[in-house]
């Protein structure tokens, strides 16, 4: 196993330790509390907090709120465990920054576990930017609508669930607004597919997440003005509903089973909405210090997923007031919600904006990890290690290296063709995303903490972080046969 890490480039480390040396000296952290809060909230509060009320109508009124609130405890558990983590203790040279979840892994338990933990985060990165392709190309454009809950024409949260039967929005409402309810309005995917890989191929030329603080800002913005419109749109239907519908127990289903089902698919939903594990160790490394990074990640967290929370229940809740057994997978394009039109046209066009930092939160990660480790293989080539400067009217110096120009352009090239080839690649994303749940948001992070922290078998703190993981565990396991189960639903119908 020892040369496992440099023969598989997507399994190694970050860095080398006289990488970190060289590194350290030119690398000043200017990031603060509030820059980790806006990249978090970034990363998790995807158009997922617009698919929450159907959640909350197949659990009900009483289920469905209090796993919301469930899962964001889990989640804080876990990212307050991860914090921890990012300085590992030396005695001989004194405590080692963690830059990177994968570098993390290896440090505290072992190349293996390095090799196994990085097949399901480079492909949840991955699968990110794919997902969020699909997305920002279904929220341009409209599709045939019709089929209502079962089929779960949502967005989940964050990347993992992100789906491609959203209602094309800006167009669709645009289209009813001239022709009425009842027009056939129907758009293609491609060429909004191809307009966001084209963006992106632009914002991937970002050096690393120390200078995308900006880009957080501008997409949490926009993700907290169409979480509000969603959120006022609810508010408006159950005012105009004069009534709170919905029930105690949630949706009916023709079948005990069935109802079953959609639960498991609901409670997986929820699950999958909150955890950022992956990117956790890469926000925290941007944090200036003193105070200690773990102290301000950790604060950053809390208010990050408090404000996500509030969010996720706000819109779920009177999404569900306003619809009961008729909520629709989107708010934002629910029927009903094409008038006024320039409200959902303005709203999805911030769920667009969101994406393209969204995309950049989740590729970054790996851009950082393909370039250093061709940056450690091929030391002397000019084409992997030099930078080009140049200079345009205006505009400060552009540093240019070749290297990161090829590989990300050919990446998110890579992207957008997978989205387009497969533009129902949501369902299988859905079954990634309950695999990546358990090992990457609660088992790692617990046996690093075990590592980090000195902490013995069978003692209580261990006792009640092996309940947690394996309570986690169950969640993935019940949210992996409610995605199977809307695959094969999906095909069938």
Known sequence: ????????????????????????????????????????????????????????????????????????????????????????????????????????????????????????????????????????????????GGRKIKMKDSWKGGCDGTSTKLNRAIQRSNCYHREGHKASCEYGDTIYMLLFGAVQIVMS???????????????AIMSFTYSFIGFGLGVAKVIENGRIKGSITGVSAATTVNKLWLAFEALGDIAFAYPYSIILLEIQDTLKSPPPENKTMKKASMISIFITTFFYL?????????????TPGNLL???????????????????VLHLVGG???????????????????????????????????????????LFR????????????????VFPYFNQVLGVLGALNFWPLAIYFPVEMY????????????????RTFSFFCLLVTIVGLIGSIEGIISAKLG
Request: charged content about 15%; proline content about 5%.
């Open 450 to 465: 075990f590592v980090q922290k000195k902490i013995g078998a069978w003692t209580r703190k261990w006792i009640v972080l």
């Open 1 to 144: 196993m020892g040369d496992a890490a440099e023969e598989l480039p997507l399994l190694g480390s970050f860095s080398s330790a006289s990488a970190d040396d060289e590194q350290e000296e030119s690398l000043k952290r200017t990031g603060t509390i509030w820059t980790a809060t806006a990249h978090v909230i970034t990363g998790v509060i995807g158009a997922g907090v617009l698919s929450l009320a159907w959640s909350i109508a197949q659990l009900g009124w009483i289920a469905g709120p209090l796993c919301m609130i469930v899962f964001a405890v889990i989640t804080l558990v876990s990212t307050s465990l991860l914090c921890d983590c990012y300085r590992f203790p030396d005695p001989e040279h004194g405590p080692t920054r963690n830059r990177s979840y994968m570098e993390a892994v290896k440090l505290y338990l072992g190349e293996r576990s390095q090799i196994v933990c990085g097949i399901f985060a480079e492909e949840s990165l991955y699968g990110c930017g794919i997902a969020y392709t699909i997305t920002s190309a279904s929220s341009i454009r409209s599709t045939e």
């Open 359 to 401: 995309y950049q939160i989740y590729s970054q990660p790996v851009f950082a990890f393909i370039e250093s480790w061709f940056s450690r293989k091929f030391p002397s080539s000019g084409f992997v290690n030099n930078f080009h400067t140049f200079k345009l009217p205006l505009f400060p110096p552009l540093h240019i290296n």
């Open 333 to 351: 394009t629910g029927f009903g919600f094409f008038e006024p039109y320039w409200l959902i046209d303005l709203a999805n066009a911030c769920v």
């Open 205 to 219: 030329q970002i050096p690393d997440f120390h200078n995308m603080g900006w880009l957080s800002v501008i997409a």
């Open 405 to 420: 120009l090829c590989f990300r352009t050919a990446y998110v090239a890579s992207t957008t063709a997978i989205a387009m």
């Open 314 to 326: 706000c819109c779920g809740c009177f999404g569900y007031a306003a619809f009961g057994n008729d």
